[in-house]
Structure formats: structure tokens, C-alpha cells
């Protein structure tokens, strides 16, 4: 059963418009998210992060939104560019699971030029 | 200095073989980690280390041993692999809820 899902593998914005990649957990014991992004056979960059007591948290162009009742995030790009192009994987944590984080599938990002 | 070292980069073992990944972190983080990553699939964990002690091993192989030597140090001795163990191998460390991964390890069992 996954934990965290992420039902679009992939997404295809035009250069400068706004990326929006979407998240959904199922265990209400999460109270910290974390967007990664990845590159081939590059490990994962962290990009952005929330903690469950905030709904909204803004780094340059990126901006990620929590919506707890409906336990779903969503990660907005915007400007997107060109150099976006990679797999965004949201990952999820919790106190009382230690250092246990749980990762999505992920979604493929193409910024076409 | 928000690194994460691995080495070596790329690595191509016999199952008869025994090698070592290296893992290295000078952040002073107490947690680190072993994951395992398939193409196209999301990082999938295999050991967690909490003060140079194991805590977390996901139901792993014994043909996966881990080792943390000291605070910013993590080794993963790999022995009598299947083809099937061929993946991105990557290491991460985390102080908080935060963690910081390495570049990877991209492993090829012959």
C-alpha cells in the first residue's frame, strides 16, 4: 500500500508558464514534507520543504502548498525553465517513525523550450 | 557544506566478488542511511544508522552488510550478489527532518 502517491508520472509545461506537481499520503501521522528533485543517475537534490503546521512555504520560484484535511500537497514552479526538466519525487516523515522517510513514484518534468 | 560523498561512482561486480560503497558526510549528522534505487522507481530504503548504531534494517539480504565506522563514515560490504541487485545505490544523511543525499553509487552485477 503506498503511502505516498504521486498519480501523475509525468507532466509537459511550455517554457514560463507554471508547473504544478501534485502529492497525496494516506497516513495522518506525517507532519513533514519534502520535495525532491532528480536528475539521472544523479542522487536526489532537496528542493523545498513544509512542516504540517504551515500551509504554504516559498523558495524563489518554487512554492508548496498543504492542504491537510485533504492530505495532498502540491509543488508550483513558476517561472518553469528549460533547466526544471527532471523527476520530482515528494517524500513524507513523521516523528514517531524516526528517521524513516517514504518516498512517491515520482513524476517526470519536461519544460519544452 | 551540505555534501554527501560516495564512492566509487560506478561499480561492476561478479557474484562471486566482495566489494565496498562508501559513504561520507561531514555535516555532523547522527542519521544516516542506505538506499536502493531502481530505474524509474522512487528511492527505496534499506538501513538506517542513528548514532553510529543500526536502527532501521528493511528486511534486507545478509548479502547486504552495513558498516558505520564512526559519525561521518557509512560503508555498504556487498557479497555474493544477484544481477537482479543491479541499481543506483545512494547514501543520505539527515540532522532533523531534512536529509541530504549523495550523488550514488551506480552498481552493475555481472
Known amino acids: 500500500d503506498q503511502q505516498v502517491k504521486q498519480n501523475s508520472p509525468s507532466l509537459s509545461v511550455q517554457e514560463g508558464r507554471i508547473s504544478i506537481l501534485n502529492c497525496d499520503y494516506t497516513?495522518?501521522?506525517?507532519?513533514?514534507f519534502l520535495w525532491y528533485k532528480k536528475y539521472p543517475a544523479e542522487g536526489p537534490t532537496f528542493l523545498i520543504s513544509?512542516?504540517?503546521?504551515?500551509d504554504k512555504n516559498e523558495d524563489g520560484r518554487f512554492t508548496v502548498f498543504l492542504n491537510k484535511s485533504a492530505k495532498h500537497l502540491s509543488l508550483h514552479i513558476v517561472p518553469s525553465q528549460p533547466g526544471d526538466s527532471a523527476v520530482y519525487f515528494c517524500a513524507a516523515s513523521a516523528r514517531n517513525y524516526g528517521q524513516n522517510f517514504v518516498f512517491g513514484p515520482g513524476t517526470r518534468l519536461s519544460v519544452l523550450p | 557544506d551540505t555534501e554527501v560523498t560516495q564512492t566509487p561512482k560506478h561499480l561492476v561486480m561478479g557474484m562471486t566478488n566482495k566489494k565496498s560503497l562508501k559513504c561520507e558526510q561531514h555535516m555532523g549528522h547522527r542519521a544516516m542511511y542506505w538506499y536502493k534505487q531502481k530505474a524509474k522507481k522512487p528511492p527505496e530504503l534499506m538501513f538506517v544508522?542513528?548514532?553510529?548504531?543500526?536502527?532501521i534494517n528493511e528486511s534486507v539480504p545478509s548479502r547486504f552488510s552495513p558498516e558505520c565506522p564512526n559519525s561521518s563514515l557509512l560503508n555498504l560490504h556487498l557479497h555474493a550478489l544477484q544481477p537482479e541487485d543491479s541499481a543506483l545505490y545512494l547514501c543520505?544523511?539527515?540532522?532533523?527532518?531534512?536529509?541530504?543525499f549523495g550523488p550514488g553509487t551506480r552498481l552493475t552485477v555481472l
Open positions: 513544509i512542516s504540517s503546521i504551515k
Open positions: 544508522y542513528s548514532y553510529e548504531k543500526l536502527s
Open positions: 497516513n495522518s501521522m506525517f507532519d513533514y
Open positions: 543520505a544523511s539527515s540532522q532533523g527532518p531534512l536529509q541530504y
